[in-house]
């Protein structure tokens, strides 16, 4: 059963442009999500966040939306750069349970064109 | 920042073996560390959950005799593949949780020949 899906396994950009990750869940439960990326044979790095108190979040070049309504969030980055190339993963947790766990997608391979 | 360091980053190990990894948060304590397993192109896959001076607890359909997890203190988990098999073989990322921080070891390649 997975709860966190990222039905996209890649997308490709031009440099400049807009990227766009999807990511939706299926936990209602679900009240923290994250973003990484990750390079092959390394751990990931945490991007962003949102709490589901809130629907937009902004960091510099990253901007993450959520849609609690239709259990989406949506990672965009403006704009794109060659250096932005890799895999990234959004991840979700439920606060109230204390656990701390984190249930990740299973991916989206972000490739930017110069 | 936070930093976690995971250590080895690569290992090659005999089928039957056992391979221990470990896992440390360098400058902050952390009260729960998390073991996630990752196969060639698909996601991070929880574990287990490790708090300080308790047992772990297991993900569904992660055998906890195979994957022997031990966190002897706020600043150290290891986890330990017994008897490993080439299907053991995977990529293991750590991560150190701290207010509702998460930092995450840089991981270990196993290969098991």
């Known amino acids: 059963d997975q709860q966190v899906k990222q039905n996209s396994p890649s997308l490709s950009v031009q440099e400049g442009r807009i990227s766009i990750l999807n990511c939706d869940y299926t936990?209602?439960?679900?009240?923290?999500f994250l973003w990484y990326k990750k390079y092959p044979a390394e751990g990931p790095t945490f991007l962003i966040s949102?709490?589901?108190?809130?629907d937009k979040n902004e960091d510099g070049r990253f901007t993450v939306f959520l849609n609690k309504s239709a259990k989406h969030l949506s990672l965009h980055i403006v704009p794109s750069q060659p250096g932005d190339s890799a895999v990234y993963f959004c991840a979700a947790s439920e606060g109230s349970s204390n656990t701390g766990k984190l249930i990740f997608g299973q991916g989206t391979t972000l490739q930017v064109k110069p | 920042g936070a930093v976690v360091s995971q250590h080895p980053s690569r290992v090659i190990c005999k089928s039957g073996t056992s391979v221990k990894i470990e896992c440390r948060s360098l400058?902050?304590?952390?009260?729960?560390m998390f073991w996630y397993r990752q196969f060639p192109k698909k996601s991070l896959m929880l574990m287990a959950t490790s708090n300080e001076g308790s047992k772990a607890t297991y993900e569904q359909g992660v055998e906890k005799d195979k994957f022997l997890i031990n966190h002897a203190s706020l600043t150290l988990s290891t986890l330990t593949v017994t008897s490993a098999h080439p299907e053991d073989s995977s990529f293991y990322i750590c991560?150190?949780?701290?207010?509702?921080?998460?930092?995450f070891g840089s991981g270990t390649r196993l290969t098991v020949v």
């Open positions: 991560s150190a949780y701290r207010d509702s921080g998460y930092t």
């Open positions: 936990n209602s439960m679900f009240d923290y």
């Open positions: 949102i709490s589901s108190i809130k």
């Open positions: 400058d902050f304590q952390a009260t729960t």
